[in-house]
């Protein structure tokens, strides 16, 4: 079954949210594994397909440089590169995350900018 639109915007709000709530725990990774590095390098893989049958979905997150990061193929990897330099053009904090969901049987990822909320700083 294919994602609607609505779908997806739904859980591009979601996946806002779902960063925002996470954001100290991101920070305090970045800051210990990557503290010399811009945040417009890197790139913050959000899944929501690796829970089992729990009662809250929380998404699973992990950090990688966006120049090593394994995209799913070159369109994607070209979207990815849009997609930071826009985080570097913007004013303020953000980052470049790619959220993982599934679209039955397949995996759907898409790419988002969230600003780091400045009280995670």
């Known amino acids: 079954m294919k994602l609607s639109e609505h779908d997806k915007g739904f859980l591009r709000y979601q996946a806002q949210s ?12 970045i800051k210990a594994r ?13 899944s929501y397909i690796s829970f089992l049958h729990s009662e809250e979905v929380a998404p699973t997150m992990s950090l990688h440089l966006a120049s090593s990061y394994q995209w799913q193929d070159a369109d994607e990897k070209r979207d ?12 303020g904090d953000n980052l470049l995350v790619r959220v993982i969901v599934r679209e039955g049987s397949w995996m759907q990822p898409f790419m988002i900018i969230c600003p780091v909320p400045a009280v995670v700083l």
């Open 18 to 29: 779902d960063f925002c709530t996470n954001a100290p725990a991101v920070m305090l990774t």
């Open 80 to 91: 990815a590169e849009d997609m930071l330099r826009r985080v570097r053009s913007l004013d």
């Open 34 to 46: 990557y503290a010399t590095t811009a945040l417009s390098a890197l790139c913050v893989e959000m």
